[in-house]
């Protein structure tokens, strides 16, 4: 934001009273950049989670996990139970983790 006291100073009436309504029409600009970023912000939450849910529901249970050569399996609600734990990051795609390509939904993970 620009601040108006240093331009109503000026020795130029005019040219200050031009300066006043220039600075006052980029403050509502930018206020209103503020929202629309507030509001695309709020919107990209809402993709995320809608993402989150697809990505989760298209992985069928069980999940084998391949942890240094140890092999686990557990369920999809198992691993997403605690809310942006590195496992349920890990399926919803926020992580970039793949499952192995000759091994669907076994993940490599590396201790």
């Not at 980029?26 to 919107?43: A, C």
């Amino acid at each position: 934001m620009f601040n108006l006291q240093l331009f109503k100073t000026s020795r130029n009436p005019t040219l200050g009273m031009k300066t006043t309504l220039l600075i006052i029409l980029i403050n509502g600009h930018f206020g209103s950049l503020q929202q629309d970023i507030t509001e695309l912000l709020k919107r990209k939450d809402v993709l995320l989670d809608v993402t989150k849910v697809i990505d989760v529901s298209v992985i069928p249970d069980p999940i084998t996990l391949n942890i240094g050569g140890f092999k686990h399996q557990t369920t999809k609600a198992t691993l997403t139970k605690i809310p942006n734990s590195f496992f349920d990051l890990m399926l919803s795609g926020e992580i970039d983790i793949k499952p192995m390509t000759n091994k669907p939904n076994t993940y490599f993970i590396e201790r």
